[in-house]
């Protein structure tokens, strides 16, 4: 039978291998219809849309990977910030070029190999994202001696950590003053692109033997272990893997910004981060997708509460800060209503939707 | 295949286990028996290496394990299948088991391994794609079995398997289990239900404040005068 008869005909299931076929070359198909939304928004829209659009895709690829551990895995960990911060900043020392350095680093020169360093987005994303995967595989060690409640506190301690070095480093870092002139090179493509990769690899991650194993250790540690699964590096290779996708987000949002300060990284965007996977659904990666696209662009529709406006004659004047209240309150409601957040732990699906749209037997 | 030597356990100043000696050949099954707080569960932690003993040892297949990490252990076929069944509630039947065969999810004989167990269980053959947690009580322990199955065991560690379960499907349980160690599968039974425990175990021990207070063959122990009234209900 072809291709479309397995689509649209209802009949006999497909096989596993038909099936997998057809969701392979509809993913195919969505990226290629998503490339050219994408090419679109460049050409057609304005420039603050394809800004907003940039940071949606940067949020994904955080989002996305922070869920690796905290959904996934079942670690409550609130390092993101530190994973962030460093990849910034590596990526920020290896791109600036060397005379724009001297000129910024004013308080104390910057040291020997990182001056004379200059070197293209790209390989500069894979040191820094390298570099955080290490930063978290050294981390590691002692932070995953906890679990629970202390775990979290851990992790938030090395989050300021990181901070406070960033901000005292002056002759890396550049200290308080933070590092400026940094080349826009962040565009659609790389922001998007990286949250490409991120999805394909933690989606084949979670669907392998080994998501099983992350699963079963968020269920019950103890349990997995007497089935042979050591818990302990598993927890590893989730850590370091949603580092090396955090720390090359935070290259990109380096060159999407154009400056950056230890004051960017502080716990409140890894607060962000916790409510991006809670709303959109702990252990969903569709979840985070969508709660990172809901947060960035939500955040500014929201703007018109703060705007001045007319109800029922009565004139309101704008004020500023309403929409933190709104966004509350909308936090409050998800979490009265829907408690495992929009997605729960589903997932998005080819079956799912094939058979919403009344195409093909819904199973298989 | 599992001796345990003058083991003794404490958590802080209370001694759960005092010089406690067993012993578990291959091709048996041996059952534990005792009553709640007599130190059943704290021998399984310190054999799985989940406590560490104050003293004594315990060796498996002739070696000392005292301190080795449980997933190792597991690896080399000591399986426990815990007390109240543990099994992953909000994973499907199928993933369930798949986790069991963890170990050996990369060898050519890990999907026959599946097509065993559900051929063991048909129930569980039928829900498969169902949530774990959905299944009724007698089915997790089916579940919480099978799963301990497929590692693959050359020793068995039952917790408790009857826990809660009606008599009709407790004696569905000791059924399985002796069809397992018909398999060529070693047990070690830990139970309350002394009755059906002694009924198919060939040798069994009696734990009491932390001590073996008594030992023998299962007919031994079902034919003894303390047994009979401590644990048969017997006058």
Avoid at chain 2, 209 to 216: D, E, F, H, M, Q
Wanted: proline share 4%; hydrophobic share 50%.
């Amino acid at each position: 039978m072809s291709l479309a008869g397995r689509i649209f005909k209802a009949g006999p299931l497909p096989d596993a291998a038909g099936t997998r076929r057809r969701d392979t070359w509809l993913t195919l198909a969505a990226c290629a219809l998503g490339g050219g939304l994408l090419w679109l928004a460049e050409n057609q829209a304005g420039g603050y849309v394809v800004h907003m659009l940039t940071l949606s895709g940067l949020f994904v690829v955080l989002a996305v990977s922070y869920n690796l551990i905290n959904g996934f895995t079942g670690q409550f960990s609130l390092e993101p910030n530190a994973f962030v911060a460093c990849g910034a900043y590596v990526t920020a020392l290896l791109t600036i070029s060397p005379l724009e350095k001297e000129a910024s680093f004013i308080l104390e020169p910057l040291i020997w190999p990182l001056s004379v360093i200059h070197l293209p987005l790209l390989p500069a994303l894979l040191i820094a994202g390298l570099c955080t995967a290490l930063m978290a595989f050294v981390m590691g060690f002692p932070v995953f001696r906890v679990r629970g409640d202390y775990l979290a506190i851990v992790t938030l301690g090395f989050g300021e950590v990181v901070r406070v070095v960033a901000n005292n480093a002056q002759s890396v870092t550049n200290g308080p003053l933070g590092l400026k002139g940094i080349a826009h090179l962040t565009n659609l493509w790389w922001a998007w692109g990286l949250a490409g990769a991120t999805l394909f690899v933690v989606v084949r991650l979670v669907h392998s033997s080994y998501g099983r194993a992350l699963k079963a250790i968020r269920e019950d540690e103890t349990a997995a272990e007497a089935m042979g699964i050591n818990a302990f590096w598993h927890k590893m290779l989730a850590f370091t893997l949603s580092a090396f996708f955090e720390g090359m987000a935070g290259g990109l949002l380096a060159h999407l910004i154009t400056t950056i300060s230890p004051s960017l990284f502080t716990f409140f965007m890894t607060f962000n981060l916790l409510i991006i996977i809670v709303v959109g659904g702990l252990g969903s990666t569709t979840g985070a997708v969508l709660g990172a696209i809901l947060f960035t662009f939500g955040g500014e529709w929201l703007r018109v509460v703060e705007e001045p406006a007319t109800l029922f004659g009565l004139d309101i004047p704008g004020i500023p800060g309403m929409r933190m209240v709104v966004f509350s309150l909308i936090l409050v409601g998800v979490m009265l209503f829907a408690r495992q957040g929009i997605l729960g732990r589903n997932e998005f699906s080819w079956r799912w939707l094939l058979a919403r749209l009344g195409m093909g037997r819904g199973r298989a | 295949m599992l001796e345990v030597r003058g083991l003794t356990v404490r958590y802080g100043g209370i001694t759960a286990l005092r010089q406690v000696g067993l012993e578990v050949k291959k091709g048996e099954i041996v059952t534990l028996i005792g009553s709640n707080g007599a130190g059943k569960s704290s021998l399984l932690a310190a054999v799985m290496g989940q406590v560490r003993p104050a003293a004594g040892g315990v060796s498996y297949l002739g070696k000392e394990v005292a301190g080795r990490k449980p997933h190792r252990l597991a690896r080399q076929g000591l399986v426990l299948v815990p007390e109240g069944r543990r099994i992953f509630a909000n994973l499907t039947v199928r993933e369930n088991l798949l986790l069991g065969g963890y170990a050996h999810a990369h060898d050519k004989q890990a999907p026959q391994d599946l097509e065993q167990v559900y051929g063991l269980f048909p129930r569980l053959a039928e829900r498969r794609s169902q949530t774990a947690g959905t299944l009724s009580g007698g089915e997790q322990q089916m579940l919480a079995l099978g799963r301990g199955l497929m590692s693959r065991p050359r020793l068995l560690m039952l917790d408790e398997p009857s826990l809660g379960l009606a008599p009709l499907l407790v004696a569905e349980v000791f059924h399985i289990i002796r069809r397992i160690h018909d398999q060529g599968v070693t047990v070690l039974l830990i139970e309350q239900n002394a009755a059906a425990a002694l009924h198919i175990a060939q040798r069994g021990y009696v734990l009491e404040n932390g001590r073996v207070a008594l030992s023998g063959s299962g007919p031994e122990l079902m034919a003894d005068g303390r047994v009979q009234r401590a644990y048969l209900g017997m006058e």
